[in-house]
């Protein structure tokens, strides 16, 4: 079992940066492909990105082509994701998870998820 623990989420303004982070015990971190994933007020939750088992691969939803990086620190047993020129519309909770699929973006094959952090963006 995977237990997975994110950070780093906060309040800024459009078009700043900020950095997530999601810690994940035990020792199969790197078994898992890992993926971001958000939820904003009143929408359903969809896909941000994922990466996979080796960080060698990498998977973007559109709308954060160009904005957004997954990155993974297996040492670590951590997994970060980067974002730049934030827009209010990317205010929501962000979800970190673990799946044994490779470069998923369905969420229903993701077996471990975070309790989430929030992200908000001003305008």
């Given at each position: 079992?995977?237990?997975?623990v994110?950070?780093?989420?906060?309040l800024v303004?459009?078009?700043?940066?900020?950095?997530?982070?999601c810690?994940?015990?035990?020792?199969?971190?790197s078994?898992?492909?890992?993926?971001?994933?958000?939820?904003?007020?009143g929408k359903e939750?969809?896909?941000?990105?994922?990466?996979?088992?080796?960080?060698?691969s990498?998977?973007?939803?559109?709308?954060?082509?160009g904005?957004?990086t997954i990155?993974?620190d297996?040492?670590?047993n951590?997994?970060?994701?980067?974002?730049?020129?934030?827009?209010p519309e990317?205010?929501?909770?962000?979800y970190?998870?673990?799946s044994r699929q490779?470069?998923?973006?369905?969420?229903?094959?993701?077996?471990?998820?975070?309790?989430?952090?929030?992200?908000?963006?001003?305008?």
């Open positions: 079992q995977v237990q997975l994110e950070s780093g989420g906060g303004q459009a078009g700043g940066s900020l950095r997530l982070s810690a994940a015990s035990g020792r199969t971190f078994r898992y492909n890992m993926g971001w994933l958000r939820q904003a007020p939750r969809e896909f941000v990105a994922s990466i996979s088992r080796s960080g060698g990498t998977y973007y939803e559109d709308s954060v082509k904005r957004v990155s993974r297996n040492a670590k951590t997994v970060y994701l980067h974002m730049n020129s934030l827009k990317d205010t929501a909770v962000y970190c998870a673990a490779f470069l998923t973006s369905t969420q229903t094959q993701y077996d471990y998820w975070g309790q989430g952090t929030q992200v908000t963006v001003s305008s």
